[in-house]
């Protein structure tokens, strides 16, 4: 069973439509015995990593999250804010992350953009694989998904990115830890490409 998580941020309709636009059907929920039968789990997300991380705790759902992420070893899928979750920390805000992938949460950097860009960055960007994984195998010719962020994942270990994309500089795309996926942009709204992509994960 695929269940989305509903702590009360994200597309969760979208993501629902894209999964069955790809052949699987999902539920949209907050329940906890529900969750525990799950064997994927999405975590979406958007706006403000504390309030994201804050929900999340007011929801009662950090302990089961972590009993599926790191004992059950069921394939978890953040987009967006919910791939900034699975990290450490955020510039944006005091709160600290799940911490399930070693990685940093930082702002874009205009200083360095070359050339110097609008932030947040809204809108398509070209994706290159940087290493190999079942999430973006066999994914459409000339790669792209669509992004609404102005924070960026910054991994540790280089082997935790498997895509990057480039705005004013390059930045990561997408990261894996074991059975932890996230995807910074919104596959949902990323037509073939998305498709491909929670297609890919449904089927890990």
Same mark, same amino acid.
């Given at each position: 069973m695929?269940?989305?998580?509903?702590?009360?941020?994200g597309?969760l309709?979208s993501?629902?439509?894209?999964l069955?636009?790809a052949g699987h059907? +999902?539920i @949209?929920? =907050?329940?906890?015995e529900?969750?525990?039968?799950?064997?994927r789990?999405i975590?979406?997300? *958007?706006?403000?990593f =504390?309030?994201?991380?804050?929900?999340?705790?007011?929801?009662?759902?950090i302990?089961i999250?972590?009993?599926?992420?790191?004992?059950?070893?069921?394939?978890?899928l953040g987009?967006?804010?919910g791939?900034?979750?699975?990290?450490n920390s +955020?510039?944006?805000?005091?709160?600290?992350?799940?911490?399930?992938?070693?990685?940093?949460?930082?702002?874009?950097?205009?200083?360095?953009? @070359?050339?110097?860009?609008? *932030?947040p960055n809204?809108?398509?960007?070209d994706?290159?694989?940087?290493?190999?994984n079942?999430?973006?195998?066999?994914?459409? +010719?000339?790669?792209?998904f669509?992004f609404?962020h102005?924070?960026?994942?910054v991994?540790k270990?280089?082997?935790?990115?498997i895509?990057?994309a480039?705005?004013?500089?390059p930045f990561?795309?997408?990261?894996c830890q074991?059975? @932890?996926?996230g995807?910074?942009?919104h596959p949902e709204? +990323?037509?073939?490409?998305?498709m491909k992509?929670?297609?890919n994960?449904?089927?890990?």
């Amino acid at each position: 069973m695929i269940v989305i998580i509903d702590y009360k941020i994200g597309n969760l309709g979208s993501i629902k439509n894209m999964l069955k636009k790809a052949g699987h059907l +999902s539920i @949209i929920t =907050s329940d906890l015995e529900q969750i525990r039968k799950a064997d994927r789990i999405i975590l979406p997300g *958007v706006g403000h990593f =504390s309030h994201g991380m804050g929900r999340l705790r007011e929801s009662g759902l950090i302990e089961i999250l972590n009993v599926k992420a790191k004992i059950d070893k069921v394939p978890i899928l953040g987009i967006c804010l919910g791939a900034q979750l699975l990290t450490n920390s +955020s510039e944006e805000g005091n709160e600290m992350g799940l911490g399930w992938i070693d990685a940093e949460v930082m702002r874009f950097n205009e200083n360095l953009m @070359i050339p110097q860009l609008p *932030v947040p960055n809204m809108g398509w960007c070209d994706v290159k694989i940087t290493n190999t994984n079942k999430l973006v195998e066999d994914l459409p +010719s000339n790669p792209r998904f669509y992004f609404v962020h102005s924070y960026h994942i910054v991994c540790k270990n280089v082997q935790n990115e498997i895509l990057e994309a480039e705005y004013g500089y390059p930045f990561t795309a997408a990261i894996c830890q074991d059975n @932890i996926y996230g995807v910074q942009f919104h596959p949902e709204k +990323s037509h073939k490409f998305g498709m491909k992509l929670l297609d890919n994960f449904c089927k890990l």
